[in-house]
């Protein structure tokens, strides 16, 4: 119950083009689901986050869209550009620091 | 302000020994998290930390363990290594209430156990 499970594994979009990341968990408990980005030779970094209480949040190029009904949330990166090749974690928390991480999605933005 | 410092950077050891991961908190965090990071698991949590009290803990072997002091600053102590310990080990700092403050993290111990 625990799990957040995240697809796809890897991601190839072109330069321009919107990348989708997707997320799914079972534990109901869950109230807080950031997304993390993490470079090579680098640890993650908070890149967004949302609460339940709301089904899309956006910050520049990034959206999340969150359904809670189908339990489900997704990364949307419009425009996406070569710098957003990362690897993309989706996560989700029941406070006091008890976060539940997806396996992560590679992506490269190809020019 | 300066970041979540992890030491050392890298690690090579041999089957059967032990060692010890620091981590070094933003200044002002309370809260210090430990992940193991493997390709294709993702990363996987080990324990909390809070005001020096574990607070909450994955499910990993009592192989592993930790500590925090009362500066705030952890180690990560794993004994008897075994070649699946290889691995990233990510520490991340918070606030550590229970508002989900975010996690800051390292970059990383890079452990190889030969």
């Known amino acids: 119950q625990q799990q957040v499970k995240q697809s796809p594994q890897s991601l190839i979009v072109q330069k321009g083009g919107i990348s989708i990341i997707n997320c799914a968990y079972e534990?109901?408990?869950?109230?807080?689901f950031p997304w993390y980005q993490q470079f090579p030779g680098k640890g993650p970094a908070l890149l967004i986050a949302?609460?339940?209480?709301?089904s899309e949040k956006k910050e520049g190029r990034f959206t999340i869209s969150f359904n809670k009904s189908a339990k489900q949330f997704s990364l949307h990166i419009m425009d996406s550009q070569p710098g957003d090749s990362a690897t993309y974690f989706c996560a989700a928390s029941t406070g006091y620091q008890k976060v539940t991480f997806g396996t992560g999605t590679k992506l490269q933005v190809i020019p | 302000k300066a970041g979540v410092t992890q030491t050392p950077r890298y690690l090579i050891k041999t089957r059967g020994q032990q060692v010890t991961l620091s981590c070094s908190p933003i200044?002002?965090?309370?809260?210090v998290s430990w992940y193991q990071q493997t390709p294709g698991q993702g990363l996987q949590f080990l324990f909390e930390?809070?005001?020096?009290?574990?607070?909450n803990k994955g499910n990993f072997p009592g192989r592993f363990s930790g500590r925090q002091f009362s500066n705030s600053r952890s180690e990560m102590n794993v004994s008897t290594l075994e070649l699946g310990d290889s691995a990233l080990y990510l520490c991340a700092s918070s606030r550590g209430g229970a508002d989900n403050s975010p996690l800051h993290f390292g970059n990383g111990t890079r452990l190889t156990v030969t």
């Open positions: 930390y809070f005001s020096e009290t574990q607070r």
């Open positions: 534990n109901t408990a869950f109230d807080y």
């Open positions: 200044s002002g965090h309370r809260s």
């Open positions: 949302i609460r339940p209480d709301v």
